[in-house]
């Protein structure tokens, strides 16, 4: 078994969370509410190899692809891999036609920036792509809890865009 992520193979690089949250920082006071999107859009865009990264973990790991795996041990393996790519560690929840994703370390949040709402935009992408490819469904992504706002942990929830909007619009609670 691999302890170790071999980043320019997967297309990766290695970027300190100072320098991300510095860049998220700069996006939002200079491009203002637009740069959440940048920061999704960006997220989004660079999933795929994240995922393909995964895809290649699990085969150095002797586990089959993240489809095929129990419940119990993709959480642990997805929860370990986010890991060694320095995101953090992750507890996935699923929660009937809903997932919520926390993270107590998360590697985008700053938990010194003060922010008003919660602020893991690219997280939002990357988890928007990524988990939709293992779901084989398009899937959308609210961060209900932040670090970067105060909060905890930092909390998403993954499901349909329906099921999203309802959440967002406070017709229904996680």
Partial sequence: MTGTIDLATNGMVALSREALSALRGALVRDGGPGAVAYLQEAGYAGAAPLHEGFRRWLADRGHGAPEGLGLQTFREEASAYFRTAGWGSLDIDPQQDLAVIESTDWGEADPTSGLDFPGCHLTAGIFADFFGRIADAPLAV????????GGRACRFVLGAPEALTEIYEGRRTV
Avoid: D, P, Q
């Avoid at 609210?142 to 706002?149: G, N």
């Fill in 142 to 149: 609210l961060e209900v809890e932040c670090r970067s706002s």
